[in-house]
């Protein structure tokens, strides 16, 4: 059955350092892959969106690359900041329904 | 509306009760969701509808869970015979095209607790 495994335990890492968080997939061909951003009591808020056929997208300090050969995706936060604490979800799909992983917990220590 | 908007934002049953969850997406969006989340736990895929398409029911759990959308715009999501393992958050989402073509934005969720 599908599968999209994100890691369970919280990464804690320090401000300023970069945090790197990964998502991996199986059963799968996705067509495209999301990152949201979730902070406690608020439903998930959208951050980058990649497609099969690109391999980088950045936004500020935001990177997701997207390896279909590995069947994982690494989202990275340069220059980590506490405001950057929150729960980051990737979630997939072919061309009809999104699914999520389960999501990791980031927490930035100053 | 300026996003999506759900309600109630909380709501406390009787077990046995039936509920009735709504959500307004936002204007245009043909691609309406719906997701469950228990306390630190990922979303689970409940059912997605698609404009005028078939909804996708095979995320919900049990026959006890119904969701419809009227005109292509406002859905509920109705579990008849609520048991207390059916608390959870459950979060609506919208998006402009189908699948994960473009974002979805997502309500704030309704709060369901069965006691």
């Known amino acids: 059955s599908q599968k999209i495994e994100q890691n369970s335990e919280a990464l804690n890492i320090q401000e300023g350092k970069t945090a790197t968080l990964t998502c991996n997939y199986t059963?799968?061909?996705?067509?495209?892959l999301q990152w949201y951003r979730q902070d406690p009591g608020r439903g998930p808020v959208f951050l980058l969106l990649?497609?099969?056929?690109?391999k980088e997208k950045r936004k500020e300090r935001l990177k997701v690359t997207f390896d279909t050969t590995l069947k994982q995706s690494l989202f990275h936060i340069t220059a980590s900041q506490p405001a950057d604490s929150a729960t980051y979800l990737c979630?997939?799909?072919?061309?009809?329904?999104?699914?999520f992983g389960t999501g990791t917990r980031l927490q930035v220590f100053p | 509306g300026a996003g999506v908007s759900q309600s109630p934002s909380n709501k406390v049953t009787e077990k046995g009760k039936d509920v009735e969850l709504r959500c307004d997406p936002i204007?245009?969006?043909?691609?309406l969701y719906w997701y469950r989340q228990s306390l630190g736990q990922g979303l689970e895929f409940l059912i997605y509808?698609?404009?005028?398409?078939?909804?996708?029911k095979s995320g919900l759990p049990s026959d006890r869970f119904s969701a419809e959308r009227t005109g292509g715009s406002v859905s509920t999501l109705t579990i008849q015979r609520t048991q207390q393992e059916d608390s959870a958050v459950y979060l609506c989402?919208?998006?402009?095209?189908?699948?994960?073509?473009?974002?979805?934005?997502f309500g704030q969720g309704t709060r369901l607790t069965v006691v």
């Open positions: 979630a997939l799909s072919n061309t009809d329904k999104l699914i």
């Open positions: 509808f698609q404009g005028n398409s078939a909804p996708d």
């Open positions: 990649i497609r099969e056929n690109e």
């Open positions: 059963n799968y061909s996705p067509a495209y």
């Open positions: 989402a919208s998006s402009q095209q189908q699948g994960a073509r473009t974002e979805a934005f």
């Open positions: 204007s245009g969006h043909t691609a």
